[in-house]
């Protein structure tokens, strides 16, 4: 029998995939009557490579859609990538610096050519990764963000919110990365816990300062009166307008209307109150910069104050600084500090811990920044959203991130959407030049928001011929464009081919003559009503906000209802000490290194074996050893059921089972409690209780205890029981290791004559069998015992040695020993077993029956001293273990895998003390 003698994971994994690929097996349509499944991706970056986050992610999506497509429904699990606007711009970028080249030598056209080029050599490659990892996307049906039909969906859903007074063009402060030179949402520039400094910089007023000239190079000067201002960004105050404080904070009541002379730009600002100011920050004083502030901003909006900005968009210095343009602004702002240091301006400067945005993408210092954007209102969006998770339309599991969603939605922002790059979808706008000249950026003076639709602005999905309001033809589109995320928000309707082309076709079914294209529209539009919404989205954390949330607004304002109906948030991956995985920090596995060394199948299943419901996974290499070594033991049971039935010339060619002992009804009910809890927990999004459950399963009760009972008896009935129960485990381990469970299916197609053909993957779960309702058998007491004769046998030193035992049992509990004494001896090697009523000493007892272990030539003396080093040996790595866990220090500061380990280690130590402590109280 050509059987391998060891799992070749490296030779059979490509072979199946192609298999799977060649024969359409993923492939899913909409069938009447039948029930349909669908997932839809979270689209990896087109410049993306397989990372550990998303093997973890995709295998718990390929895990529901085979569990879902083996129960006969149409399983579809829609595939694509993002065109990740800045990401792939900078990399083609970055490439053209090697050349000495700026994407600006080229021109937009030309530049635009070269990241298409990029995409088409590149933009495959996490494509063809996952298809290694066995994800069975419905690959026909492969998307991109950027195609054709993808960017009309983009831009009718524009010109949709647009025209409802949902997308409007304003002066605001958004986050601007100068490294990128676009404008980012504030998902796309988080924070970091950064050290700092706090600078308080004396402000004096006018009436004490109007007689000196605080210029670099002048004599320092006394001031008697001023107001302190702290601040964390010094190069900022050459844009400050004003100071303000709370009204209701005396210590400056009486400079309430005064004027201050600002250092170094001797400007006059004013001294004004504002209820937002706190108090107890710094001085409880604040400057106000609203062109470089959020905050600074909306408090001189209130105030009618005009913004000054004082940096170029690359984070240089501008004309408005004065002697300090040119500079960059981490190097002006400590010549600023010197120069105010001089003038005896500085009062003193504290180290501060400072929460500093940086940009998702090149890791930039993000600067606070006052430009002309495009903006959604997102708070009409909101309200169906957020009315849909709280009435339990849409649930999170874990249920904690429900709230998480909800604060974030009901403390929702306007959403910057417009980017000044330009890979991306340019945005549908343009302008007429005759009416009104498209405005400059970030040269404004004065705050203005076009919260209307002014004349010479033109937003339509099609380029217009002539300015609507003059007829001119010298028109000219916004050089813009939009978030990578407002195309990626369509991705659960946009990806089956919205919008439909209502003048193209009905709504009726095509009729005979219609052309292919109207009759693949009409197909589409039946397929989107099949599979919208979804079933479930699979995601990280990380991008509730960024994705999660905006498709469901996205889905209620387009679609009328909700793009999903569960929301599974999973864990992040970590290594070893708690660490998110990076490049920076050099902890990174790599999972395609794991598939080279272990396999697909062993890097999924250690994966999800390892990942409880929403916390977070803990990795080491070493930890992929359980999915190997599984892989292995998969192998070796397979290996030893065929060679076994060629050995005994045995032909199945049905699972008609005629004489079942109690060892082939107790495996049969284990395996129909195993369907059971597997399908139960894969129902509840349990995947790491299912990958349990299966493991347990098959490594322990049909690999440790029923292969090991029939070896010595393997009867026709033993051979069928055996391929059965490895048939429907393959069936249950088909979603977490696809590529070992096909093989062996292919494997039993080949060396059985069973009716079957086809491919695993289209196969029907296994059913659960009637055996599942029967109740505990005396067999498993008879396993148990087993264990407690072996665990015994080590605590008195005997190990291997064979040995007599004693039973006392009952006449019913004796046929159960006589029956199947032969492999009792063998698994617990035993000598003999004599049955006698009443025992000199009992070692272990049940309700059926009692045993002890002959000692003749035991020196029992010897043993006891033994015995009791032992116990005094446990009670000190007991009680030390417990200190261990009773200590906060440890607790806060090992890792929860280390804790976890600690934790084990005195349960198991416990376990064994009491055990011994039984033992000796049986000899003594």
């Given at each position: ?165 949902l997308i409007y063009r304003g002066y605001y402060i958004i986050n601007w990365c100068p490294r990128c030179k676009t404008a980012l949402s504030d998902e796309e520039a988080p ?734």
């Amino acid at each position: 029998m050509e059987i391998a003698s060891r799992y070749n994971p490296q030779e059979i994994e490509p072979r199946i995939l192609n298999a799977w690929l060649q024969g359409g097996h993923f492939h899913s349509v909409s069938r009447p009557g039948h029930k349909p499944f669908s997932i839809v991706i979270p689209p990896p970056n087109v410049t993306g490579i397989l990372h550990m986050g998303h093997a973890l992610n995709n295998t718990i999506q390929d895990v529901l859609i085979r569990f879902n497509r083996m129960r006969a429904k149409d399983s579809l699990w829609m595939p694509g990538t993002d065109h990740a606007g800045i990401a792939t711009q900078n990399v083609v970028e970055k490439a053209l610096a090697k050349e000495g080249l700026r994407k600006e030598d080229l021109g937009r056209e030309e530049f635009t050519r070269r990241l298409w080029d990029w995409k088409e050599q590149h933009g495959s490659v996490i494509i063809n990764q996952l298809k290694r990892l066995g994800a069975s996307c419905d690959w026909q049906r492969t998307r991109f963000t950027m195609d054709e039909a993808y960017s009309k969906a983009v831009t009718k859903v524009f010109v949709s919110l647009w025209n409802k007074n949902l997308i409007y063009r304003g002066y605001y402060i958004i986050n601007w990365c100068p490294r990128c030179k676009t404008a980012l949402s504030d998902e796309e520039a988080p924070y970091q816990q950064a050290q700092g400094y706090l600078y308080y910089i004396k402000y004096p007023l006018v009436s004490q300062a109007a007689n000196r000239t605080l210029k670099p190079g002048t004599v320092q000067a006394t001031q008697t009166k001023y107001i302190v201002v702290a601040t964390t960004r010094p190069e900022t105050m050459l844009g400050d307008v004003a100071v303000a404080v709370n009204p209701e904070d005396k210590r400056f009541a009486s400079y309430i209307g005064k004027k201050l002379l600002l250092p170094i730009m001797q400007r006059e600002i004013p001294v004004l109150s504002d209820s937002f100011v706190d108090p107890d920050f710094g001085t409880g004083a604040v400057k106000i910069t609203p062109a470089h502030d959020l905050n600074d901003f909306e408090m001189a909006n209130r105030h009618n104050l005009s913004p000054i900005v004082v940096m170029n968009p690359d984070a240089t210095m501008n004309e408005n600084a004065g002697e300090y343009k040119g500079m960059d602004r981490f190097k002006a702002r400590g010549k600023i500090v010197e120069f105010l240091k001089n003038q005896d301006l500085i009062l003193k400067v504290e180290p501060y811990t400072n929460a500093v945005s940086r940009c998702y993408r090149c890791d930039t210092v993000v600067e606070p920044y006052l430009s002309r954007q495009w903006f959604v209102r997102m708070e009409p969006l909101a309200k169906p959203a957020i009315k849909a998770v709280r009435a339990g339309k849409i649930k999170f599991n874990p249920k904690r991130w429900e709230k998480v969603y909800l604060n974030w939605m009901e403390n929702i922002r306007d959403w910057c959407i417009s980017r000044q790059i330009w890979w991306g979808h340019r945005l549908p706008v343009y302008y007429c030049k005759k009416c009104k000249e498209e405005p400059g950026r970030n040269n404004k003076s004065q705050i203005t928001n076009d919260n209307f639709h002014p004349k010479g602005v033109i937003v339509a999905e099609e380029r217009p011929q002539k300015c609507p309001h003059c007829g001119s033809q010298d028109i000219v589109q916004d050089s813009d464009v939009l978030d990578t995320w407002f195309s990626s928000w369509l991705w659960p309707f946009a990806t089956f081919g919205w919008p439909f082309d209502k003048s193209q076709v009905s709504a009726k079914p095509p009729r005979r003559g219609q052309s292919h294209k109207s009759q693949d529209i009409s197909r589409k539009r039946e397929e989107l009503k099949y599979f919208y919404p979804t079933n479930v989205l699979i995601t990280a954390p990380e991008i509730i906000f960024f994705w999660v949330a905006r498709m469901i607004m996205a889905g209620f304002e387009f679609m009328g209802k909700e793009p999903f109906r569960d929301v599974c948030i999973h864990g992040t991956v970590r290594d070893n000490s708690g660490r998110k995985m990076s490049k920076s920090l050099g902890n990174v596995i790599d999972p395609l290194d794991i598939i080279d060394k272990v396999g697909a199948d062993a890097l999924r299943f250690s994966l999800i074996l390892l990942a409880a419901s929403g916390s977070d996974v803990y990795l080491s290499e070493d930890k992929f050893l359980v999915g190997r070594n599984f892989s292995n033991k998969i192998w070796n049971a397979t290996r030893f059921v065929f060679l076994k039935i060629e050995e005994k010339g045995i032909k199945v060619e049905d699972f008609k089972f005629s004489e079942l002992d109690e060892v082939d009804e107790w495996i049969l009910r284990e395996l129909s409690l195993a369907v059971e809890c597997v399908t139960e927990s894969l129902e509840t999004y349990s995947l790491n209780e299912a990958a349990k459950k299966i493991y347990e399963f098959f490594w322990h009760s049909f690999c440790d205890w029923y292969i090991e009972i029939v070896k010595d008896n393997f009867t026709l009935s033993k051979a069928k029981a055996a391929v059965f129960v490895l048939l429907e485990s393959i069936k249950l381990l088909h979603p977490f290791m696809p590529f070992i469970s096909e093989e062996v299916f292919n494997l039993i197609k080949k060396h059985t004559s069973l009716p079957l053909s086809g491919m695993l993957a289209s196969l029907d779960w296994p059913k659960i069998g009637k055996h599942a309702c029967g109740k505990p058998m005396g067999i498993e007491l008879i396993f148990d015992t087993i264990k407690e004769v072996r665990n015994i046998k080590a605590d008195l030193g005997l190990g291997q040695k064979k040995v007599d035992i004693e039973v006392d049992c009952s006449p019913e509990a004796l046929k159960l020993w006589n029956s199947n004494q032969g492999w009792i001896e063998r698994l617990a090697l035993l000598k003999s077993v004599v049955y006698r009523k009443g025992l000199n000493r009992v070692l272990y007892k049940n309700k059926f029956w009692a045993l002890n272990i002959v000692m003749d030539n035991v020196s029992l003396d010897n043993f006891l001293i033994s015995l009791g080093k032992k116990v005094v040996n446990l009670e000190a790595v007991l009680s030390e273990t417990k200190a261990r866990l009773e200590n906060k220090g440890f607790i806060q500061n090992a890792s929860s895998d280390i804790i976890d380990r600690e934790k084990a280690k005195l349960r198991d130590t416990s376990l064994l003390l009491q055990r011994l402590l039984k033992l000796k109280g049986a000899f003594e």
